[in-house]
């Protein structure tokens, strides 16, 4: 039997089966060896590593290599010499057209929708960073279009995949704490900047090119040390703040744990807005509608920077906890029957001790997410990170990410019309304006 007629009756097996959401490519795309034909979008930092780990994958070819650093781009070329080059991934995407097979996105929050949304336009599977998205709208439109074109799509949440977070979703779901009633977690890292605009300007270094670097932002002057590499996070038009840099990977597992949804509020404690950086400090509290392992709403508390780990938290006087001492990063889940600390990354411990030592924690096999993701796009499995699962994830956080912007305000949502219901200019900042040259269809 021919590989494509296997892969063909994978899709028709499949087909009864399985959402068409997490549907494999066309089986004729794969290249005449049989191959996953990857073009990878940013390649340096951690686009370094998701090349090298989807590229680990026997069944991988790289066919073409994308960055607006060419110093990045050369040292990523040198594992790759096969592999096309490019600075412009508009210009890669149309050459490569049907030589490629699907996407590896990497780049800095504000080029994630941009470079996905083409890719996905173009009919190609997409790996693609996390947090999914800039803007909350980029998330809703990237989860719709990869749903309707059938498209196998990851978001590089790597975690998601590893032992201690599976672990903990079964306890959870398998009822080892009861039913949830709160979440805190927290991240110590500070992803952001409480100053004014920069104003030590100077020519960008003749190794980036700056103008594709911003891409669907403003046109600005560039600033050393200040955008590119990595500290883009901590600015308003590229990066999401610690929030959307740390609280996707730590709320995943609350989040996948007790199927939430969307919140129907949020609220943040911080700095007043200056327009320019995200707050150095947030406190961010959300409720979720209640579902089969919560209780009939769900308080999820998020802090970071300066305000983690958290030093007030009041844990119910049930659990008989005195006091706790916290991780520089996790979660902790208060249930009906007891606690589970999460630390960020290890596993999971239930609170107090003695309430549990007859408890056994189910086995858990880790699964590669990277391979999991190439495996799909042949036909093979399924992702657990889709744009299905993300793109409702990320908007949750951008929320809390748009209420830093309107501080001690509760920002009302309704899902369902993608729009804050009692602060009408919150409601700007769900979406942004693409700069003239780099809209993308379906975005702009
Ligand atoms: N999953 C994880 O554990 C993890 C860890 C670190 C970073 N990340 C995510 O990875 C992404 C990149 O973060 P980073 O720390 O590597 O940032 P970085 O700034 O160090 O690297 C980004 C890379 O993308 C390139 N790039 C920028 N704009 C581009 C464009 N328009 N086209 C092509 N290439 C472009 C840059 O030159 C650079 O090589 C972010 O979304 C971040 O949240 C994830």
Same mark, same amino acid.
């Given at each position: 039997?021919? /590989?494509? $007629?296997?892969?063909?009756?994978?899709?028709?097996?499949?087909?009864?089966?399985?959402?068409?959401?997490?549907?494999?490519?066309?089986?004729?795309?794969?290249?005449?060896?049989?191959?996953?034909?990857?073009?990878?979008?940013?390649?340096?930092?951690? #686009?370094? &590593?998701?090349?090298?780990?989807?590229?680990? @994958?026997?069944?991988?070819?790289?066919?073409?290599?994308?960055?607006?650093?060419?110093?990045?781009?050369?040292?990523?070329?040198?594992?790759?010499?096969?592999?096309?080059?490019?600075?412009?991934?508009?210009?890669?995407?149309? &050459?490569?057209?049907?030589?490629?097979? +699907?996407?590896?996105v990497s780049t800095p929050d504000h080029?994630?929708?941009?470079?996905?949304?083409?890719?996905?336009?173009?009919?190609?599977?997409?790996?693609?960073?996390?947090?999914?998205?800039?803007?909350?709208?980029? +998330?809703?439109?990237?989860?719709?279009?990869?749903?309707?074109?059938?498209?196998?799509?990851?978001?590089?949440?790597?975690?998601?995949?590893? +032992?201690?977070?599976?672990?903990?979703?079964?306890?959870?779901?398998?009822? &080892?704490? #009861?039913?949830?009633?709160?979440?805190?977690?927290?991240?110590?890292?500070?992803?952001?900047?409480?100053?004014?605009?920069?104003?030590?300007?100077?020519?960008?270094?003749?190794?980036?090119?700056?103008?594709?670097?911003?891409?669907?932002?403003?046109?600005?002057?560039?600033?050393? #040390?200040?955008?590119?590499?990595?500290?883009?996070?901590?600015?308003?038009?590229?990066?999401?703040?610690t929030l959307g840099d740390m609280g996707?990977?730590?709320?995943?597992?609350? !989040?996948?744990?007790?199927?939430?949804?969307? %919140?129907?509020?949020?609220?943040?404690?911080?700095?007043? %807005?200056?327009?320019?950086?995200?707050?150095?400090?947030?406190?961010?509290?959300?409720?979720? %509608?209640?579902?089969?392992?919560?209780?009939?709403?769900?308080?999820?508390?998020? !802090?970071?920077?300066?305000?983690?780990?958290?030093?007030?938290?009041?844990?119910?006087?049930? $659990?008989?906890?005195?006091?706790?001492?916290?991780?520089?990063?996790?979660?902790?889940?208060?249930?009906?029957?007891?606690?589970?600390? $999460? %630390?960020?990354?290890?596993?999971?411990?239930?609170?107090?001790?003695?309430?549990?030592?007859?408890?056994?924690?189910?086995?858990?096999?880790?699964?590669? @997410? !990277?391979?999991?993701?190439?495996?799909?796009?042949?036909? /093979?499995?399924?992702?657990?990170?889709?744009?299905?699962?993300?793109?409702?994830?990320?908007? &949750?956080?951008?929320? #809390?990410?748009?209420?830093?912007?309107?501080?001690?305000? /509760?920002?009302?949502?309704?899902?369902?019309?993608?729009?804050?219901?009692?602060?009408?200019?919150?409601?700007?900042?769900?979406?942004?304006?693409?700069? /003239?040259?780099?809209?993308?269809?379906?975005?702009?």
């Amino acid at each position: 039997m021919s /590989k494509h $007629l296997a892969r063909r009756d994978f899709l028709q097996v499949a087909g009864a089966v399985v959402a068409a959401g997490t549907m494999s490519i066309r089986a004729e795309a794969v290249s005449p060896n049989g191959k996953l034909r990857t073009a990878h979008i940013g390649v340096g930092g951690m #686009g370094g &590593a998701d090349l090298r780990s989807i590229s680990s @994958h026997p069944m991988v070819e790289v066919a073409a290599l994308c960055d607006v650093d060419s110093n990045r781009l050369e040292e990523a070329a040198k594992a790759h010499a096969q592999a096309k080059k490019f600075r412009d991934f508009r210009e890669m995407l149309a &050459a490569m057209g049907d030589s490629i097979d +699907a996407v590896v996105v990497s780049t800095p929050d504000h080029t994630h929708a941009p470079a996905a949304m083409s890719a996905l336009s173009a009919n190609k599977p997409v790996y693609c960073q996390k947090p999914l998205t800039h803007e909350v709208f980029e +998330a809703r439109q990237l989860r719709l279009t990869a749903e309707k074109r059938g498209l196998v799509t990851q978001m590089g949440i790597q975690v998601h995949s590893a +032992a201690p977070y599976r672990r903990t979703v079964a306890m959870i779901q398998g009822g &080892a704490i #009861g039913k949830v009633s709160q979440v805190h977690a927290w991240s110590n890292k500070n992803w952001g900047y409480d100053g004014g605009e920069f104003t030590n300007t100077a020519a960008a270094p003749d190794n980036l090119d700056f103008n594709l670097w911003l891409g669907t932002a403003a046109e600005r002057p560039f600033v050393p #040390g200040v955008y590119h590499p990595g500290q883009w996070r901590k600015l308003i038009p590229f990066g999401t703040g610690t929030l959307g840099d740390m609280g996707v990977h730590i709320f995943d597992t609350p !989040y996948d744990a007790l199927a939430l949804t969307a %919140p129907n509020w949020a609220m943040t404690t911080c700095r007043e %807005p200056t327009g320019v950086g995200h707050p150095t400090k947030n406190k961010v509290e959300y409720e979720f %509608p209640g579902t089969k392992y919560t209780t009939d709403t769900m308080r999820w508390t998020w !802090y970071d920077g300066g305000f983690a780990p958290p030093k007030d938290l009041k844990l119910p006087a049930e $659990l008989g906890i005195e006091q706790l001492d916290l991780p520089g990063q996790g979660a902790l889940f208060i249930g009906e029957k007891g606690a589970l600390l $999460l %630390p960020h990354v290890g596993e999971p411990r239930l609170l107090p001790e003695n309430r549990f030592t007859d408890y056994k924690a189910p086995e858990i096999i880790a699964a590669n @997410h !990277y391979h999991q993701w190439v495996d799909a796009c042949m036909g /093979k499995g399924e992702t657990s990170a889709s744009f299905a699962y993300a793109g409702p994830l990320t908007e &949750a956080l951008l929320l #809390g990410v748009v209420a830093n912007r309107f501080p001690e305000t /509760k920002l009302e949502w309704d899902a369902e019309s993608l729009r804050i219901t009692n602060v009408e200019a919150a409601n700007q900042l769900l979406k942004r304006d693409y700069r /003239k040259g780099f809209e993308v269809a379906g975005l702009s």
